[in-house]
């Protein structure tokens, strides 16, 4: 079975796994990262979003061979040490999750925005397409928006 190196959380990573695996089996069921979810397995509803370098991917729908030698970051990669992300801090005070099945992935979407862009707009925020069958969107929009000024 091939190997396949990254760099997951900060710390070089090997899996023997098929090329074609997608990324959310391989972090996983071999190696016991579960904070991004399966959800939909088809790339729709996002609960298993997580960044490859500074981009939002679904690793359900990438093939583990594609993050070959790069950087993956899962919402376990997010905190440093006990010190959370401003798009953390900001989820708690803005009491974002309701059964928060789908926060890691929205927290990695909007950290992802709040890297490509530091005052998000609107549309910005609008065009962030992960789920929440809770409807907190309008809480995860104030969270956004306060990370994005904690973080200005």
């Given at each position: ?54 981009e939002a991917i679904n690793p359900c729908s990438v093939p583990v061979s594609a993050v070959e030698g790069q950087e993956v970051t ?13 798009v953390q801090e900001a989820w708690l005070e803005q009491d974002v999750a309701q059964c928060g099945y789908c926060q890691p992935g ?47």
């Amino acid at each position: 079975m091939p190997n396949h190196s990254f760099t997951l959380n900060g710390e070089t990573v090997d899996v023997d796994a098929p090329d074609d695996l997608p990324l959310l089996w391989a972090l996983r069921d071999k190696l016991g990262v579960t904070g991004p979810k399966y959800g939909c397995g088809i790339n729709v509803c996002k609960a298993c979003t997580s960044l490859l370098g500074d981009e939002a991917i679904n690793p359900c729908s990438v093939p583990v061979s594609a993050v070959e030698g790069q950087e993956v970051t899962t919402i376990e990669g997010l905190a440093d040490g006990d010190v959370l992300h401003p798009v953390q801090e900001a989820w708690l005070e803005q009491d974002v999750a309701q059964c928060g099945y789908c926060q890691p992935g929205q927290i990695m979407a909007a950290v992802a925005l709040l890297r490509r862009t530091s005052t998000p707009t609107d549309e910005d925020i609008r065009a962030i397409e992960n789920v929440c069958r809770c409807g907190t969107y309008f809480r995860i929009r104030k969270a956004i928006e306060s990370a994005a000024a904690k973080m200005a």
